[in-house]
């Protein structure tokens, strides 16, 4: 069981940047695949990207390829995901989850999610 607490969101202006964090609980957090999700209004939960539990392995989204990069930092149970060149598109409530394989994040078998926090993309 772990918990997750996302931080880092707020107020943008397009083409800037911001790095949300994911803090984990508990002492498994390596055994843990983490991934990003976001929900924009009125549209579905989508796949943003992903880190195996060593962080051997990422996989992105193809509409943010090339402007995010998802990291982990084991020693600190943290997840972190850099948004760089931020579109107004990009604004939406983002959630970390965690998951026992890589592969299962698209899936939907999913551990546990944070709260989410709020990335708004001014153009």
């Known amino acids: 069981q772990v918990q997750l607490v996302e931080s880092g969101g707020g107020l943008v202006q397009a083409g800037g940047s911001l790095r949300l964090s994911c803090a984990a609980s508990?002492?498994?957090?390596?055994?843990?695949?983490m991934g990003w999700f976001r929900q924009a209004p009125e549209k579905e939960r989508e796949f943003v990207a992903a880190?195996?539990?060593?962080?051997?392995?990422?996989s992105y989204a193809d509409s943010v390829k090339g402007r995010f990069t998802i990291s982990r930092d084991n020693a600190k149970n943290t997840v972190y995901l850099q948004m760089n060149s931020l579109k107004p598109e990009d604004t939406a409530v983002y959630y970390c989850a965690a998951a026992r394989l890589l592969a299962t994040i698209r899936g939907g078998d999913l551990d546990a999610w944070g709260q989410g926090t709020l990335v708004t993309v001014s153009s």
């Open positions: 508990g002492r498994t957090f390596s055994s843990y695949a």
């Open positions: 880190i195996s539990g060593r962080g051997g392995t990422t």
